[in-house]
């Protein structure tokens, strides 16, 4: 059974920074997703096999998305933060490798974390 598991969300300031962490390895591609309340889950960021990144514009400048593959995880680094990206954080994989210009589209992701909780207050 196919499993993601999230860590590393937390409260901060607007300005700060937290690193989140999925444990996820041997996947074609990965992405973070985020869902603020009442609103819809949204692609923050994502990679492929090839290396290749996309982000949201809302993030571009701010978050980094990463792997580690010799310690099987993903990463977002999240810097800047602000009030508007408090929601709820969640880890995406697929075996499949998706296009460039889709990373971002959640209907393409099949395994999903738990999510965790990223708080930023002004």
């Known amino acids: 059974q196919v499993q993601l598991l999230e860590s590393g969300g937390g409260s901060v300031q607007a300005g700060g920074s937290l690193r989140l962490s999925c444990a996820a390895s041997g996947y074609d591609s990965m992405g973070w997703f985020h869902q603020a309340p009442g609103k819809g889950r949204e692609g923050v960021a994502a990679i492929d096999n090839d290396g290749h990144t996309v982000y949201a514009d809302s993030v571009k400048g701010r978050f980094t998305i990463s792997q580690d593959n010799a310690k099987r995880t993903l990463y977002l680094q999240m810097n800047s933060l602000k009030p508007e990206d408090t929601a709820m954080y969640y880890c995406?994989?697929?075996?499949?490798?998706?296009?460039?210009?889709?990373?971002?589209?959640?209907?393409?992701?099949?395994?999903w974390g738990q999510g965790t909780q990223v708080a930023v207050s002004s």
């Open positions: 995406a994989a697929t075996y499949r490798r998706i296009l460039p210009f889709r990373l971002l589209v959640i209907y393409d992701y099949d395994y």
